[in-house]
């Protein structure tokens, strides 16, 4: 007799197991499925089918239940104890992922509950693969006291462990509070669905009870608020659906660890097209403004591009693309707003995506268009030097292939904090219109030529003078060419060629650090 079959002991087992292994995949009840969807959220495995490539899941410790008493736990104990975690595929590539149930327990953490993550966290990190978390939970489980406060402990310090070795991907699908909220402060991206996830440390009670303040939950930690004002979330999308298929199109364009190069694929888009209309995009008019993201889209292959924290620090353009098959993270400012100036969130948005392209192998281009330092006394009691450092910091520290590209203006500190070459840019590239100083013509002018100005019988004929002199002398587009702090002004047209040209070379850059547990960086 074939075993598992018939009316033998192992055949009475393997029924036995496929009973306790639907009861696991059912959930706890269809009342609980039908809660969960007429919130507009989406079932733990529904979720789980949607990220992955189909079929391709592979369930770690589906039986695992808690073994906590008292309030009423020891007669509750359902398999998977709340969260369900283990590995598959995004476009063939191994991905790890743990997802919270929250038709069980609420999604609230207890020990048996965090051992699991614990473990496909572990897995992860040895497999060298990212790690993805479908959070949806109520926070740590109340009745199981302070194990389940420790079980957050060890997420955190594996979320720091695995920092900057495999990416990590928090997507909030639902409620997420307290100490809770601390995990995917930690890792590298953040999703969030709006509607029905919030993230906070304290909730609108709690607020209301201690400041007398009133807000919802959404006001207080909703998509759009960490989207928009926090700069905590980093993607924000109306649903589900679109929220996990942005999840597979941003690992596609990630290695899977920091030992290996982002992902490449074929480019329809030809190497060598000229970007003709780039010259007439950018005004030569330093003081008029144009919009940063159709140049991205005029260089990239196929105008594609995924923007990091799009509406949250909207003066700097953060994003990752293609040139000719190869991933490359872009830096930029926009002129739109705010003029392009760097300000603290400004600076704190790049400093994070130079870090986090620098920690995986992604090339990083620079477009300059700064017209410097936002200021004002806001910016500097906030403490824009300490926030400015930490662009300056991680642009310092990067080993990664890195060229820079002056549009137009590149003055002051914002323009040697950007990616200069003094500060270890491999190449530097400057369109004809640039103009590299100190500060603005004019503002130069009122400084050095401040007496003659003032003595002058026509003062504003003499300041038009001075202007004209000081950008005839110090700003014309070779002044930097001349002096070997641009590597070469290039034709706008000539732009797509150029980089990825460089970016080839540039590929098999190696760059050592010195020797230290680790650095200081500015907080």
Known sequence: MTSGSGSGVGGGRVAELREIRAEALRGPSEKATEAQHAKGKLTVRERIELLLDPDSFNEVEQLRRHRATG??????????DGVVTGWGTVEGRTVFVYAHDFRIFGGALGEAHAAKIHKIMDMALAAGAPLVSLNDG????????????????????????ASGVIPQISVMLGPCAGGAAYSPALTDFVFMVRGTSQMFITGPDVVRAVTGEEISQNGLGGADVHAETSGVCHFAYDDEETCLAEVRYLISMLPSN????????????????????????????????????????????????????????????????????????????????????LDIEASE????????????????????????????????????????????????????????????????GAYIVMDSQSIGADLTYAWPTNEIAVMGAEGAANVIFRRQIAAAEDPEAMRARMVKEYKAELMHPYYAAERGLVDDVIDPAETREVLIKSLAMLRTKHADLPSRKHGNPPQ
């Open 71 to 80: 309030f009423g736990l020891e007669a509750k104990r359902p398999y998977t």
């Open 138 to 161: 109520a926070g740590a489980r109340i009745q199981e006291g302070v194990s389940a406060l420790a079980g957050y402990g060890g997420i955190f310090q594996r979320n720091t462990k």
């Open 258 to 341: 920091n030992r290996q190069a982002p992902p490449t694929v074929a480019s329809s888009d030809p190497a060598g097209r000229t970007t003709e209309s780039l010259g007439e995009m950018v005004p030569a008019d330093g003081s008029r403004p144009y919009d940063m993201h159709r140049v991205i889209e005029e260089l990239v292959d196929d105008g594609e591009v995924l923007e990091v924290h799009e509406r949250w620090a909207r003066n700097v353009v953060c994003v990752l693309a293609r040139l000719d098959g190869q991933v490359v993270g872009i830096v930029a400012n926009q002129p739109q707003v705010l003029a392009g100036v």
């Open 349 to 412: 948005k790049a400093a994070r995506f130079v870090q986090m392209c620098d920690a995986f192998n992604i090339p990083i281009l620079t477009l300059l268009d700064v017209p410097g330092f936002l200021p004002g006394v806001d910016q500097e009691h906030g403490g824009i030097i300490r926030h400015g450092a930490k662009l300056l910091y991680a642009y310092c520290n990067a080993t990664v292939p890195r060229i820079s590209l002056i549009l137009r203006k590149a003055y002051g």
